[in-house]
């Protein structure tokens, strides 16, 4: 999820008015029970030595400096956005127990950009004429900076994909338009060797630069990658064969720079079984779930879910279920799984749905729970921040899934997650 694009997705489809599940939930189902600490033995002493505060997936877990790590968090892809304030956001985030932390580790813009830009907004590539240069000055990466300094001021770990299948805030059709000067096909980007040089070298400034950050939790390759962008469309010649490839190349890439941090996908836990009914599930995003968490350089699954602009019709019962295949594959492969973005649109879907979520992935030992997206009241940075997002009355972006302080029992129940997972470490 993330740009207005994606919103404009969701509207097309929710005027689908498909029926709404019986929400039989009750808010008070979200049980408070904290389950037993998960064998420690399984992370050993030995990894954590000289890794001080480096989190590790070991044995389908994951450890720091020899404990268990299960972790509450969540995602802000507006705090590098905003030029103050972000030692607010931290401070919150460490109150409320918030341990990882998704940002958005791309920002884009276009020399020719046609959308009128507020000056004091953060980008870090500025394309012209079919190549970009990095942005570092200071509406560039020493914005980057102070995010990465202040998380860990506050203990607070990254996860940082490194572009985006979508518009917002920088894109592989940008790449694609810049350098093949056409961005029909959205999956020339994983095959243009050109391009991919372009994505490797921004990939290589990046983690370069923050590798020896204690805040790193995880190097991201995208924000779910997928065969079709929007507009752009998958050539016809891009499957689970060709999104795998690059997973393993692109993920070894950051290796071979990073080799302490962790890896992941970012994408949003499509499965490739052939012949199922469901598009998450039939391989038509050219995901496979399983095959890329087979990965050796893939570290941890990611998966996201929103079920309602998915158009499906109950809900809660399918998004209960995808978190439950998500579990399994997990343990079949023997590695950690983050239900890294998910969510419902209106309050009373969240009081009615999230309770059944939360304890199912609690139950299935889910090792990050991360709903989409953190809201922060009384900020001082006003009006748009880019892409039809804008603050109001001090409130971050609110596109319909925020969750606010004030939205009080839906706050309670993500303070319930982070005391259950802390039940959880070492
Ligand atoms: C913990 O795991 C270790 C190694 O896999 C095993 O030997 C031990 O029996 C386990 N302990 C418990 C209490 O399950
Ligand atoms: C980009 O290309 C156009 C047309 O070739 C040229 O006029 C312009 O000066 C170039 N801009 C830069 C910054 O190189
Ligand atoms: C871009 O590629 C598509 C598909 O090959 C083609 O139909 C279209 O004409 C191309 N556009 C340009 C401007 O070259
Ligand atoms: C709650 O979900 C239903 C089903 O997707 C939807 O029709 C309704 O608009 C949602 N409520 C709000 C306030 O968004
Ligand atoms: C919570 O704050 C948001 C953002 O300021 C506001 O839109 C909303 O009305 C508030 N909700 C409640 C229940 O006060």
Redesign the pocket.
């Known amino acids: 999820m993330d740009s207005s694009v994606e919103t404009r997705i969701g509207d097309s489809l929710r005027k689908m008015r498909f029926s709404m599940v019986t929400a039989t939930l009750l808010l008070a189902s979200l049980n408070t029970t904290v389950l037993a600490a998960p064998n420690k033995s399984k992370c050993s002493q030995k990894t954590a030595k000289g890794n001080q505060g480096v989190v590790v997936s070991e044995n389908g877990q994951f450890c720091l400096d020899g404990k268990p790590f299960y972790f509450s968090g969540t995602n802000s892809y507006w705090i590098n956005q905003i030029p103050n304030d972000v030692e607010a956001v931290f401070e919150s985030l460490q109150q409320f127990g918030e341990k990882v932390l998704r940002i958005w580790g791309f920002g884009m813009v276009e020399s020719t950009l046609a959308e009128p830009r507020n000056p004091d907004l953060a980008f870090y590539q500025m394309w012209i004429n079919g190549s970009w240069y990095l942005n570092t000055g200071g509406n560039g990466l020493q914005r980057f900076d102070e995010v990465v300094r202040l998380a860990e001021k506050y203990d607070v770990k990254l996860i940082i994909p490194l572009t985006n299948n979508w518009e917002g805030y920088g894109s592989m059709d940008i790449y694609n338009k810049q350098i093949t000067g056409n961005d029909t096909y959205h999956d020339v980007f994983y095959s243009d060797s050109r391009v991919v040089e372009s994505y490797q070298r921004y990939v290589n400034f990046i983690v370069s630069r923050y590798k020896n950050s204690k805040a790193i939790f995880s190097w991201e390759l995208a924000n779910e990658p997928r065969c079709n962008g929007y507009p752009a469309i998958n050539s016809g010649k891009c499957t689970a064969a060709t999104l795998s490839q690059w997973v393993k190349d692109q993920s070894q890439y950051i290796k071979s720079i990073d080799p302490q941090h962790m890896v992941c996908v970012g994408d949003e836990g499509f499965y490739n079984r052939p012949g199922a009914a469901d598009y998450e599930y039939n391989g038509g995003s050219g995901l496979d779930f399983d095959a890329n968490l087979q990965i050796s350089t893939i570290d941890f699954g990611t998966f996201h879910l929103y079920p309602q602009s998915w158009a499906k019709k109950d809900i809660a019962a399918w998004g209960t279920q995808y978190i439950k295949d998500h579990i399994a594959s997990g343990k079949q492969n023997n590695k950690p799984i983050v239900m890294e973005e998910f969510g419902v649109e209106g309050y009373g879907n969240k009081t009615a749905i999230y309770p059944e979520w939360l304890q199912t992935a609690l139950d299935g030992d889910i090792a990050g729970i991360m709903p989409w997206q953190w809201?922060q009241?009384g900020l001082t940075t006003g009006g748009v921040v880019q892409y039809g997002d804008s603050t109001?009355?001090?409130?971050s972006p609110?596109d319909g899934y925020t969750i606010?302080p004030?939205?009080t029992e839906v706050w309670e129940m993500f303070k319930n997650v982070v005391k259950t997972q802390d039940a959880k470490c070492g």
């Open positions: 809201g009241l109001v009355g001090g409130a609110n606010y004030n939205q």
